[in-house]
């Protein structure tokens, strides 16, 4: 502990005596300070002791007395220590009567005890409370390590926790509790959520401090990781700041736990180049050589049903082929990040691939990575109609397109599916289309393309301009027809019109539009035509 004005006290060698305050002698002194001025308070910084002979004070004016020490306790002076036997005999009842007033501690200095004296002791008391420190802390850091190299991150916790007098917890990239020291906290840990997300998104190292959940505690949050995106974050919640010692635990715990969360970068990108090496072999149809090269890494990814995720992120307004902004790559890594994390939680197998201006996914069908995939994509999907009900627009957006559970042989026709659903969801202005999704709904909402509308509104204009002209509902009379597959009974019945009248208006589409309904072909064009202009209606 720092020096105190108690321990000055029963300093044997200082032989100070306490004339007022002597409930307050348990506060710690920072320095020990000499001044004789009338107004020391300008050179103050808070904790001193501040020690004098009263040259140039009128000390026993009551008034000036209340006053100069009011200005000492404003400013952070912790003790007065008064020297006797120099200007004053005795310390002037108006300078006690202030001191006591004010709650100051007065000590009294005894002529044979120089103020150097006291400066020296206070100096020494900081130094081997520094030193004490500093000695714990290496300790400490001596004892974090050997937690983390036999029990891994939850014994780091552990010991931490214990070297902090309170809690920890970690967190992995996605803002998930790990875990926790001890298994209380777990409740305190999850309810900081919030605030981890919010320092994830400024570059590592960051660090910042909340109050804890119901001002229970002090919680620092530090992020973990070296890149600019922070891989992990540690909580620690104590009752009050830590001190040199738990700060020297805390530094030493970030230190660790960064080197057991964040892998090298070489051990990363030779990671990534397997990866793609097995998503080719499987994509060219070589399961087999792809089994053989993810070996433990990847293979228990390939012995069950998967699925294939393609996701892009491309700038509102923008094709993919006029490149890709700094905040895409960001779209792109957060989805990676919370596929990964949540393969990780659950234990599964995982492989992630960067393709160009893609992400490239492969998980286990009906597993956590999946999961985790579909909760994101519908929090963006529900974000992006908030947006655009707000009049939000330019945002960067992200397409998903995941395909149906296949095998390691049907790899490269998962990747299509995958491709289709991905074009479809960028045509619906979807964040996320599931390709099973394409064959149980119809295929109409698939033509909402401008070529399309544009093929729909030049074959249709001739008869839509004709019966603007009040000579007959030529419109109306081809879909009644189509829509009851050339029946003329039927078909004049929808209509209300003889059937003969139905006939001639048919000689007169064909007419008009130089085609002949009896070419199925063209029948069919003629209704994809009216159902896409009915549907932009």
């Not at 529900?382 to 960067?396: H, K, N, Y």
Request: aromatic share 4%; proline share 5%; net charge negative.
């Amino acid at each position: 502990m720092p020096p105190t004005l108690a321990s000055l006290v029963h300093h044997s060698a200082l032989k100070l005596t306490v004339r007022a305050g002597e409930d307050r002698l348990d506060v710690p002194v920072r320095w020990a300070h000499v001044s004789e001025l009338a107004d020391p308070v300008p050179y103050m910084e808070g904790g001193e002791l501040l020690l004098i002979t009263a040259l140039k004070l009128d000390a026993e004016d009551p008034q000036a007395m209340r006053r100069y020490v009011k200005r000492l306790v404003g400013a952070g002076v912790v003790g007065l220590g008064f020297a006797v036997g120099v200007n004053y005999e005795d310390i002037p009842e108006a300078l006690v009567d202030a001191a006591a007033g004010e709650g100051l501690p007065l000590l009294e200095v005894p002529r044979r005890t120089p103020f150097l004296a006291i400066s020296k002791a206070v100096s020494a008391a900081i130094a081997a409370d520094q030193y004490r420190a500093v000695t714990a802390g290496f300790a400490a850091q001596r004892e974090l390590t050997r937690q983390a190299l036999t029990d891994g991150p939850e014994g780091l916790l552990s010991a931490l926790a214990s070297q902090v007098d309170g809690w920890a917890a970690l967190y992995d990239a996605s803002g998930a509790v790990v875990a926790t020291a001890p298994e209380w906290a777990g409740r305190r840990a999850a309810r900081l959520t919030a605030d981890v997300e919010r320092l994830r998104e400024r570059p590592a190292p960051a660090s910042s401090v909340v109050g804890g959940p119901d001002n229970e505690d002090r919680v620092e949050l530090h992020s973990l990781g070296t890149g600019r995106r922070p891989r992990a974050a540690l909580a620690v919640g104590t009752a009050a700041a830590p001190g040199t010692a738990e700060r020297y635990a805390v530094h030493s715990a970030i230190a660790l736990l960064t080197l057991t969360t964040e892998r090298s970068r070489s051990l990363r990108a030779a990671e990534q180049r397997l990866g793609a090496a097995v998503l080719r072999m499987l994509l060219a149809g070589e399961p087999d050589h792809a089994r053989a090269v993810a070996g433990d890494l990847y293979g228990s990814l390939l012995d069950a049903p998967f699925r294939v995720v393609v996701a892009e992120a491309v700038p509102a307004g923008r094709t993919a082929a006029e490149g890709r902004s700094p905040r895409e790559g960001d779209l792109l890594g957060a989805l990676a990040e919370v596929v990964e994390s949540a393969a990780a939680r659950a234990g599964e197998a995982v492989l992630v691939v960067a393709e160009g201006e893609r992400l490239v996914v492969l998980a286990a069908d009906g597993g956590a990575a999946v999961g985790a995939c579909g909760e994101y994509t519908a929090g963006l999907e529900a974000g992006r109609a908030v947006g655009e009900q707000g009049g939000a627009a330019g945002e960067d957006e992200l397409v998903v397109g995941v395909s149906a559970p296949v095998g390691p042989v049907a790899a490269a026709a998962a990747y299509k599916q995958a491709e289709q659903a991905l074009s479809v969801a960028r045509r619906r202005g979807r964040v996320c289309v599931e390709h099973e999704q394409l064959a149980a709904g119809s295929v109409v909402p698939l033509l909402a393309d401008d070529a399309v509308r544009a093929f729909a509104d030049g074959l249709l204009r001739p008869l839509y301009e004709h019966d603007a002209t009040g000579r007959g509902d030529l419109v109306a009379s081809l879909r009644a027809w189509l829509s009851r597959h050339g029946q003329w009974d039927a078909a004049a019945a929808d209509l209300g019109v003889h059937r003969h009248t139905l006939r001639y208006r048919m000689r007169r589409v064909e007419e008009i539009l130089g085609r002949s309904l009896d070419d199925p072909d063209v029948r069919m064009e003629l209704w994809l035509a009216l159902k896409t202009t009915s549907t932009e209606q």
